[in-house]
């Protein structure tokens, strides 16, 4: 087995099964980079011959239904409680308006509420109407960025920009990190009456929680073992699930594989960073990985790891990246300027890479957090997808300076592992998601 595991770290072309899409297996490395919390209109509502901002977009209405006259005034919800945001005017027109007017790239706006249940009242049926009703952070949620002088915009105009990618599951950061890597929902079976949330008898929203009624984990829990935030109680504290995940799938079939991530080593030495996000390490949440095991010493690493990775050209097939808090994007404790460059630095990095020449990058966004977004989301199933959120594929095969609008959600990336290395799905939605076809060309001439 261990020489399995060395000779696909050097040559995933050995473990390859038979793939569907043809081209395909001339990858052979996968770079999955995740962000964090903007929806496709707000960071790419304005790119040509995008599925971008309308012209007359559907107006919010109260919870009531009536259309407001003006947005409700924009708070800053890093105050405790919420004040009024002074930088933006207090009577915003009823539409989508540009943050960067008043507020730059570079500058922290505050987060908005981005929950399982909230989500799905604010896509309202696939109206879309109710975000800002529901926002703790008021007319912010109709913000969006011009975009055109942000660094990732040039990786957008020169390979492939997905404009039909939902994220996988509705509601925040915890639920879809899961999603991508199980296309599962985690189970808390012995959760508190106070841990989960209350509907009523045509499933509006009482009382929230980060469990359902029926006990499957939604919203933000700590990991069972460390790293997790300190002082959460061992009962408030997610068990560890038993599901399989992507990793097991690659590992079962000798494919090397790594999730990376920003202050991960100092983290689990029990100093983690002011930023450092617990429940963004969703392999962590589950027994092949918890603390002590082998599969985390295997395969969870530090970001220092995955730059030398990069520069020697010796990632393994599958790897996943997720920058520290600071630098991944969310609003409230970062902003989005200081993660767009990181982003673009490493992007960079990788094309001057050993690795460039035979790899696919994806970079996306975990969900739309809180951001309006204007494309009703398809119906699939109780837990998904959700808003609609940028996605970019670069590699020599991504087509260039392309728009692709095929229908896609988070659990592509899973379909597109699967189909390269010939993998047993993981459930249902990965099992009939489109794994990113339409963004290549391997027919194209290197670039």
């Known amino acids: 087995m261990r020489f399995l595991l060395l000779l696909s770290l050097l040559s995933p072309l050995s473990c390859l099964a038979e793939t569907t899409q043809k081209g395909l297996e001339q990858v052979q490395h996968i770079i999955v980079i995740y962000l964090e919390n903007h929806g496709f209109d707000n960071l790419y509502g304005r790119f040509p011959n995008a599925d971008g901002l309308p012209e007359h977009p559907t107006p919010q209405t109260d919870p009531n239904g009536q259309p407001y006259v003006s947005l409700p005034p924009v708070m800053n919800t890093e105050h405790k409680p919420a004040v009024l945001d002074s930088r933006f005017p207090s009577d915003l027109p009823n539409r989508p308006f540009p943050i960067d007017r008043y507020v730059p790239p570079e500058q922290k706006t505050g987060d908005l509420v981005h929950r399982f249940y909230q ?8 109206l879309n109407d109710r975000f800002a009703a529901i926002s703790d952070a008021g007319g912010l949620a109709m913000g969006y960025y011009d975009g055109s002088t942000l660094p990732l915009r040039k990786y957008a105009q020169r390979y492939t920009l997905a404009d039909h990618f939902f994220q996988g599951a509705f509601g925040g950061s915890f639920l879809n990190h899961f999603w991508l890597v199980c296309a599962c929902t985690p189970r808390f079976d012995n959760a508190t009456e106070a841990m989960r949330a209350v509907l009523d ?15 499957y984990a939604v919203n933000t829990l700590q990991p069972a073992t460390i790293p997790f935030k300190l002082g959460t109680s061992p009962a408030a504290r997610l068990p560890l699930q038993p599901m399989d995940t992507i990793g097991d799938r690659l590992s079962e079939n000798g494919i090397a594989w790594a999730w990376y991530s920003g202050g991960w080593q100092a983290a689990i030495d029990g100093h983690p960073g002011p930023d450092f996000q617990f429940h963004h390490q969703p392999f962590g949440y589950f027994s092949r990985y918890a603390e002590g095991t082998p599969g985390r010493a295997e395969h969870l690493k530090d ?5 030398s ?17 600071e630098l991944n994007e969310h609003p409230g404790y970062a902003d989005l300027m200081a993660g767009e460059q990181h982003i673009a630095e490493l992007l960079g990095r990788i094309e001057k890479s050993p690795l460039w020449h035979n790899a696919v990058v994806i970079v996306t966004y975990d969900e739309n957090g809180g951001f309006w977004d204007h494309v009703a989301p398809p ?8 808003t609609r959120v940028p996605t970019l594929v670069i590699s020599p095969w991504a087509k260039r300076s392309h728009v692709d609008h095929t229908e896609y959600d988070t659990t592509s990336i899973l379909k597109l592992i699967e189909t390269r290395f010939g993998l047993q799905p993981l459930g249902t939605r990965d ?13 194209q001439p290197p670039d």
Do not use: C
Request: aromatic residues 10%; proline residues 6%.
């Open 303 to 307: 970001e220092a790891e995955f730059l």
């Open 379 to 386: 119906a699939k199933d109780r837990w998904g997808p959700g």
């Open 431 to 443: 099992e009939n998601a489109d794994g990113l076809s339409g963004a290549f060309d391997f027919d």
């Open 309 to 325: 990775g990069i520069d020697s050209g010796h990632l393994p097939a599958v790897a996943f990246y997720k920058p520290i808090g």
């Open 119 to 126: 989500n799905q009242a604010q896509i309202h049926g696939g």
């Open 201 to 215: 008898k045509d499933g509006r929203l009482i009382k929230d929680g980060a469990v359902t009624p029926d006990g």
